[in-house]
């Protein structure tokens, strides 16, 4: 089955934490949309899971093993990607942590975790991946 549109044919799509929930969505509909898709996540299992169900309906991608957290994994697959894929057209920075607990209770681990997942994620996608797009 060809992918529903071509609107996006031959984007090359890297979507951060999508082995499951909202990335997992959106990668969904981006293939849908014609994009070939990076599934980039540090759950390696799930993001495999995920690509195959794409390549089901005949479009195109890949798992990708990423912890946004560590700008060199960031290159590492941003490398990967461009290889495989070609050049990265759009970048979708999903990936996303917290736990839910009362603020009195945290801990600054879990706030460091948070941060480093949450903000420096995106920086960190974002500096591998900017410069290749510009």
Known sequence: MEPQSIRLKDKV?????AAQGIGRAIAMRLASEGAKLAIADIDIEGATRTAEEIKKTGAVAIAVKLDVSRLQDATD?????ERELGPIDILVNNAGWDIV???VDSAPETWDKIIAINYRGVLNC??????RMQ
Do not use: Q
């Open 126 to 131: 974002c500096k591998a991946i900017a410069p």
């Open 77 to 81: 697959a941003a490398d990967r990607v």
């Open 101 to 103: 607990e009362p603020f």
């Open 13 to 17: 799509a890297i979507v951060t934490g």
